[in-house]
């Protein structure tokens, strides 16, 4: 069953942190709510405990079922970080590239810091997000795929355990209070990441217990419910900024199990097809427009410098200053327009093909198993 609702949450998810993350002097940039698009990335935890669970919770029941599955999650995952990371990689050895030329460095130190070769070994590896690094490195969205893929690790093994409800429960409850802790503690973002993403995901698991104790017993929620989703995002937004991390990716989850019932007017609204699309591609949304990002600001960083002119603000937040603040709302929607157009690419010519192979190998891998478990 594919919960076409919860495909367009994840589209317009996607498209929040993009727009977090391209910050242009305009109002679209600088509000509140974009400032806080960051935690879309605890909706994107939640979520995909929600499906994953429904898709695999009953099914992960031998050791080829098991490998069949992270071998497809990892083939889910990689193909395109491989290929983002890769991009940035290359402007990163551009700027180098620059910088020997013109016998000074431009911007930061090149392969350093977050770009340095350790945390490139660590990309490649896809663990740069379990807490080995303070800072989020290289492609910075790509911490949470790094996360995603662990936990999926933990989905797949506590499954030997054969108590879904509890261990979930146990999870969900010990990172929630772990990350009640971090909120109150100094610690730097990849320290609090794979807490992060168990708190969120396995908080999505318990969604999809309660969505599938309902379906049982043919329960439904009444479509008004929906009418509560702003008031549930404003309190996630609000309750954050306090640090009350697990109370937000519990507000997800409750946003999760509302939305799969695909009840009310607003699921009705959210079938759009354009939507639909959008969270098709979401993926990509979400792990391309972060080198479309550095391009820009790069670029805008040669013009400044070439031509004296001060295209970049350096206050709260380093942000694009165009001179306008509607120019600047202007170019923000071309700049997400871009970003689908360019995902709808690699959605197709990496994400697809990559898919395909890894779901062929797994199978492969899974028979394999299964003849030499008989």
């Not at 690790?153 to 355990?161: D, E």
């Not at 991390?245 to 959210?270: D, H, Q, T, Y």
Request: one cysteine or more; hydrophobic letters at 55%.
């Amino acid at each position: 069953m594919r919960f076409s609702v919860l495909d367009s949450w994840r589209g317009l998810c996607a498209l929040w942190v993009a727009l977090y993350h391209f910050r242009v002097v305009g109002h679209l940039s600088e509000n509140w709510v974009t400032r806080h698009g960051f935690i879309a990335v605890d909706f994107f935890f939640t979520l995909s405990g929600f499906v994953i669970a429904h898709a695999y919770g009953q099914s992960l029941n031998t050791m080829a079922d098991r490998v069949r599955f992270f071998i497809r999650r990892f083939g889910r995952l990689y193909p395109l970080h491989i290929a983002t990371l890769a991009v940035v990689v290359a402007m990163e050895a551009a700027r180098w590239g620059v910088s020997q030329s013109l016998g000074q460095t431009v911007g930061p130190p090149t392969f350093s810091g977050d770009t340095s070769l350790v945390a490139l070994v660590a990309n490649l590896g896809l663990v740069h997000g379990l807490g080995g690094f303070l800072k989020f490195t290289w492609n910075i969205p790509s911490w949470s795929i790094s996360v995603e893929l662990a936990v999926c690790l933990i989905f797949a093994l506590i499954s030997l355990l054969r108590l879904p409800r509890v261990s979930a429960v146990v999870l969900a409850a010990g990172s929630a209070l772990l990350l009640l802790w971090m909120g109150r503690s100094v610690l730097e973002e990849g320290q609090t990441a794979l807490t992060r993403g168990v708190c969120g995901f396995f908080l999505g698991v318990l969604a999809q217990k309660a969505y599938a104790a309902f379906r049982a017993r043919s329960w439904t929620l009444p479509g008004w419910v929906e009418l509560v989703t702003p008031v549930l995002v404003f309190l996630a937004m609000w309750l954050w900024g306090y640090r009350i991390w697990p109370a937000s990716a519990a507000l997800f989850a409750v946003i999760v199990f509302i939305f799969a019932f695909e009840a009310g007017l607003l699921s009705r609204l959210m079938k759009r097809t354009f939507l639909m699309r959008w969270g098709e591609i979401s993926y990509s949304i979400y792990l391309v427009h972060y080198p479309l990002v550095m391009a820009i600001f790069g670029a805008a960083t040669a013009v400044s410098a070439l031509t004296g002119m001060q295209l970049l603000t350096s206050g709260r937040w380093f942000a694009l200053d165009l001179g306008s603040r509607w120019v600047g709302d202007v170019v923000s929607i071309a700049f997400l327009a871009v970003v689908i157009l360019i995902s709808r690419v690699t959605y197709r010519w990496i994400e697809v093909p990559g898919r395909r192979w890894f779901n062929s190998l797994s199978d492969k891998v899974g028979e394999r198993l299964s003849d030499a478990g008989r």
